[in-house]
């Protein structure tokens, strides 16, 4: 048993060290890319103001204005994506949102963001949900869609 302890520690510390490591993975946005509810909101709000392109990339479209091309984690809905997107201009603003759990564990919004990045939009957001969109927009009656 003493000639097998050295090899479980090393397994050990490979296992713990790939999951850190997956704790730790680098988002594909930046902080500066999130957008606010409330700022989201008051552009929304602002008549006369551009308004930002904003892409349901979950469940359902709820924030007024946006267009729903389904959930991100399906490759036909970022094909969807794709294709909305196609003849848009690069430097538009492109706000993106799902609102189906935290942030922490959407399947939706990374492969969504990662698109954007992908077809080279340099005005990229994504917008910051923190736990849903019923409670971080539609509960702060934030508009919506009719």
């Known amino acids: ?25 680098k988002e594909p946005w930046t902080e500066s890319q999130l957008i606010a509810t409330q700022e989201l909101a008051d552009q929304i709000n602002a008549p006369g103001k551009p308004k930002p392109l904003i892409i349901n990339i979950g469940p359902q479209a709820v924030i007024k204005g946006s267009v729903d091309v389904g959930p991100g984690k399906e490759k036909t809905n970022i094909k969807a994506l794709e294709k909305t997107l196609a003849k848009s201009d690069k430097n538009k603003e492109v706000v993106i949102y799902c609102g189906c759990c935290p942030f922490d564990k959407c399947p939706n919004i990374r492969p969504a963001f990662n698109q954007l990045k992908d077809m080279g939009f340099t005005n990229a957001r994504l917008l910051n949900i923190p736990k849903n969109i019923k409670t971080d927009w539609i509960d702060k009656g934030y508009p919506v869609n009719d």
Do not use: D, E
């Not at 397994?11 to 790939?18: G, T």
């Open 1 to 25: 048993m003493k000639k097998l302890t050295p090899y479980f520690s090393f397994i050990f510390m490979l296992v713990f060290s790939a999951a850190v490591q997956a704790q730790t993975a």
